[in-house]
């Protein structure tokens, strides 16, 4: 059977290009079509998204400035370490905004806060005449007994300062005693620094009580050995410590001048295993041999002084680094 397009090709031709309708479903796919490039189309020419923001990584922590204490024990002659350690601290460039002292350490912190760097101070050390220091009590066995006056040592500091009061120092300075009556730790940081210092020196038994406004005070190790606390209590944020106290098991205690040091040690020894861990470093110049009383010792002191602060130098400046990256108010790790 023909289709009416054969039976009437004329008609065909005769009409020319006549669009011929379109199916149904095919309008249904044509609509969809249109639909969606008319989404992309809005999708492509819609609200662009935000370009990336550019952000710089935080920048490292600005290092503060930190308050460092030198805190110097008690030892007797061993003090001339001491002057060793304030050496080696200075060549590596490091030096302290305050010092405290007990005993012998009292002296040299004395001298150190006037202004003496550590090769002044050693230079004095070799000069120093023991006689220059020793003024016997006559007759033995007075008020508080005794066999040195003290005022000697008294005289000696304040000349080698210029008769500065403690407050006048370059450097603040805080020197430790105990009260004799109340058994108190006394912290000095006005007034005669001779005489502070000779109360911290009063070793009982060697040396007699000084007596201030009416207080009588001994010796500073009986109560602080080694002042960490007090140099925190004056402010400081870093504390490096010098332990030259003695090994009780090691020393020789002949003679009733050996067993009074001995016993100044041992009364001191416990009390300083807490203080010494709350410093930050802690400098143990190594003189197992020497006695307090040693003074011709002097150099090797010195000597062992320097070699100790060399040894702990590394971690030393480790944690002065992390005290000056630390927030102000918190401890750096230890």
Request: glycine share 10%; aromatic share 4%; with cysteine.
């Amino acid at each position: 059977m023909r289709t009416w397009m054969e039976k009437h090709p004329h008609r065909i031709a005769a009409a020319g290009p006549t669009l011929l309708p379109i199916p149904r479903c095919m309008q249904r796919r044509h609509f969809l079509g249109i639909s969606a490039a008319a989404l992309l189309a809005g999708c492509a020419f819609g609200p662009r998204p935000a370009p990336p923001v550019a952000t710089t990584p935080p920048s490292p922590p600005t290092p503060r400035p930190i308050k460092i204490g030198l805190a110097l024990g008690g030892g007797a002659a061993r003090g001339f370490a001491h002057i060793g350690v304030i050496k080696a601290l200075e060549a590596q460039g490091i030096r302290a905004d305050l010092v405290t002292g007990t005993s012998a350490g009292a002296v040299v912190a004395a001298l150190y806060a006037s202004g003496l760097n550590g090769f002044e101070l050693n230079k004095l050390a070799l000069t120093m005449d023991e006689a220059a220091i020793a003024d016997w009590a006559l007759p033995f066995g007075t008020r508080f007994g005794g066999w040195l006056k003290g005022e000697a040592l008294q005289n000696y500091v304040n000349r080698l300062v210029q008769n500065r009061p403690i407050e006048a120092m370059k450097l603040p300075l805080g020197i430790v005693a105990t009260d004799l009556k109340s058994g108190d730790k006394i912290l000095f940081r006005r007034g005669n620094t001779g005489q502070a210092v000779r109360a911290s020196s009063s070793v009982p038994g060697v040396f007699q009580p000084v007596s201030i406004q009416g207080h009588d005070y001994v010796d500073g190790g009986l109560v602080e050995p080694v002042p960490v606390d007090s140099a925190r209590a004056m402010g400081a944020d870093f504390v490096i410590a010098v332990n030259i106290s003695a090994d009780p098991s090691a020393q020789q205690h002949a003679g009733q001048s050996g067993v009074l040091l001995q016993t100044t040690a041992i009364m001191g020894q416990s009390i300083n295993k807490m203080a010494l861990a709350r410093a930050d470093v802690v400098i143990r110049p190594e003189l197992p041999d020497m006695g307090g009383s040693d003074f011709n010792a002097r150099n090797r002191a010195v000597l062992a002084g320097e070699q100790a602060t060399a040894a702990v130098m590394a971690t030393l400046r480790q944690r002065l680094e992390q005290a000056r990256l630390a927030p102000a108010g918190k401890v750096a790790a230890q």
